[in-house]
């Protein structure tokens, strides 16, 4: 994308973000009557609902036929590779697609490719996606947001970590260890935790989950380590195998803070904290936990102190922007991958103006 084209559509997004759904991208118009096809993760999300909400408010305002579908779940990995290679079959002017599994789309890109099919990725991307099967990736910079959560909760326990007279645990729940967004995510959190301790003197180790052990730029010595980041990933992507997962690591003597990479793991530690109650927003007497995303359950957990924080992506602005993608692509227009943000909220500024028309129910 040249870039006047990206400061113009970037500068439409972080409109969108801080605004909500009436500030757009006024110099995005269509010159067609396009149709898209846009696929998300789990169309029963209240994350994807709000991007669908984006979707729709600027294939109206644009005039072009933009139509939204999503498994039911975002481990419905085979339903969402079916669901594209319909989409493929209608031919339509551009696909959108927010990949469940990176690998598994592998062999649906090049057919799109093939057939001459322009494909945007949005929220998650495609690492080993055929060259030129892919013209834009619309993403926040996930391992970056891992780093967001991790700057967060460490800062908080800095401390309660510096005085503690044996190992302490960090739980990490994943969802999966499939997609390119949950991944990053996990491993940003793993990598600057054990990055920021590593500089006050301490020793880490990462347990669990192989993927994430196995990717981390240091697993460390469990047997020599002052932290033990205990990362958990359920066998199905659902609220309550995460409660299943959170609740092994909470109920552990040693456990002072937890992160959820996203809604789902979030809302699943809040689910088995409703058993337990030992979260809350005092180091010294709770176990802290930093969450990811927003919705109603999360919402709530953070404005009373049950959960320490989280970070919000912005799942409407993403939306928007993959429709104004695909018409500039349609246009005949450049385009290239845009980054957008991850931001860190609590009790304090989730009210503000930058942080709440991001916090959707």
């Known amino acids: 994308m040249k870039r006047k084209l990206l400061a113009a559509v970037m500068s439409a997004a972080m409109a969108v973000s801080a605004l909500g759904v009436g500030a757009l991208a006024e110099d995005v118009t269509a010159n067609g009557d396009y149709n898209f096809k846009i696929i998300v993760k789990s169309y029963q999300s209240s994350y994807w609902q709000a991007a669908v909400k984006g979707i729709d408010s600027e294939k109206e305002r644009l005039g072009v ?23 493929i ?44 099967s892919v013209l834009s990736t619309i993403a926040t910079d996930n391992y970056a947001a891992g780093e967001t959560a991790a700057i967060n909760l460490y800062g908080a326990l800095k401390d309660k970590i510096a005085g503690a007279d044996g190992v302490v645990r960090i739980g990490e729940v994943n969802q999966e260890a499939t997609s390119e967004s949950i991944t990053s995510r996990g491993l940003g959190f793993i990598d600057k935790f054990a990055e920021l301790a590593s500089a006050d003197g301490k020793s880490v180790a990462v347990t669990g989950n192989e993927y994430y052990v196995n990717n981390a730029k240091d697993k460390g010595d469990e047997a020599a380590a002052d932290i033990i980041i205990d990362v958990a990933v359920p066998a199905q992507t659902t609220v309550e195998l995460c409660a299943t997962e959170a609740s092994n690591i909470l109920n552990k003597e040693d456990t002072i803070g937890i992160f959820g990479s996203n809604q789902v793991a979030a809302e699943g530690i809040l689910t088995a904290n409703d058993n337990l109650g030992v979260l809350g927003s005092d180091p010294a007497s709770t176990i802290l936990a930093a969450g990811f995303d927003a919705g109603s359950t999360i919402k709530a957990a953070v404005a009373d102190g049950t959960m320490f924080g ?37 009790a304090d500024n989730m009210e503000s103006d930058e942080i709440a028309p991001n916090l959707y129910d």
């Open 65 to 87: 036929s933009a139509d939204s579908t999503g498994p039911n779940s975002e481990s419905d990995i085979a339903d969402q590779v079916n669901m594209l290679n319909s989409a």
């Open 89 to 132: 079959e209608e031919k339509p002017d551009g696909i959108g697609l927010a990949a469940c599994d990176q690998d598994a789309v592998l062999e649906s890109l090049q057919k799109a490719k093939d057939a001459g099919i322009p494909v945007v990725l949005f929220d998650s991307g495609v690492p080993n996606a055929p060259e030129g």
């Open 310 to 346: 989280a970070v919000t992506q912005s799942p409407l602005a993403m939306g928007i922007t993959t429709v104004d993608v695909l018409t500039r692509i349609a246009n005949g227009e450049e385009v290239a991958d845009m980054p957008t943000d991850g931001y860190w909220y609590n």
